[in-house]
């Protein structure tokens, strides 16, 4: 089945304990890209990648690692997370062209205290 | 001006009703569009692309008005199981950066 699977599902944290957040796609998709949810303000791209060992910055990168080592994974690392990253998170992956679907994991709900 | 806009709802319509959502985007340049479906807190789902000349799936309608701007989706005889939240999504420019607007809540009700 095709699918992103992004884990943990839920993530409760203390500020400045650095996490990481794990996305793989089975799709063999070239384009992958994180995104953060907020009440109020949509979805907003953190980072994204367009092939292996290429990654650039998306709208609110700040706070925010990346790496893309191999095609099916892209995780995403808060070295030192604050208050201001609780977040519902999304990785999603698509074939890459900018008009091709996006298929999105399941999310995961992250809050640091 | 934000790039993508959607007045976020709810909007509360009885099963059977056609219902209309408009989203306005800023880039004039802007070559794509998408809407998505986003259930309560899950992840966002491809409803269907927006062509030029409009398109239709089921129920579903969607148009692009280059001119003035904007993009709209057309849901008719309006089912329970299409409560959701409906996300405007706009390529800006091309390449893969696209921009989503906050989302319009439909709830349908009996």
């Known amino acids: 089945e095709a699918q992103v699977t992004q884990n943990p599902r839920y993530l409760i944290t203390v500020t400045g304990k650095k996490l990481t957040v794990t996305c793989s796609q089975n799709m063999n998709h070239e384009y992958m890209s994180w995104y953060r949810q907020d009440p109020g303000l949509g979805l907003r791209q953190i980072y994204y990648s367009m092939n292996v060992e290429v990654t650039d910055k998306g709208d609110v990168p700040e706070g925010y690692k990346v790496s893309r080592k191999e095609k099916r994974n892209f995780p995403l690392i808060l070295e030192s997370p604050s208050p201001n990253q609780t977040s519902l998170y999304f990785c999603?992956?698509?074939?890459?062209?900018?008009?091709?679907?996006?298929?999105f994991g399941s999310g995961t709900q992250l809050s640091v205290l | 001006r934000k790039e993508v806009e959607q007045d976020p709802g709810p909007f509360n319509v009885p099963e059977g009703a056609t219902v209309a959502f408009n989203c306005t985007y800023s880039?004039?340049?802007?070559?794509?569009f998408f809407w998505y479906r986003q259930d309560c807190r899950k992840e966002p789902k491809l409803l269907m692309s927006?062509?030029?000349s409009g398109n239709e799936d089921g129920r579903f309608t969607a148009q692009l008005n280059r001119a003035s701007q904007y993009i709209s989706l057309l849901i008719r005889d309006s089912k329970l199981s299409d409560s959701a939240t409906y996300l405007c999504v706009v390529n800006p420019g091309g390449g893969n950066k696209l921009t989503f607007g906050t989302g319009t809540q439909l709830k349908v009700e009996l």
């Open positions: 880039n004039s340049a802007s070559q794509s």
């Open positions: 927006v062509y030029s």
């Open positions: 999603a992956s698509s074939a890459g062209t900018g008009n091709e679907k996006l298929f």
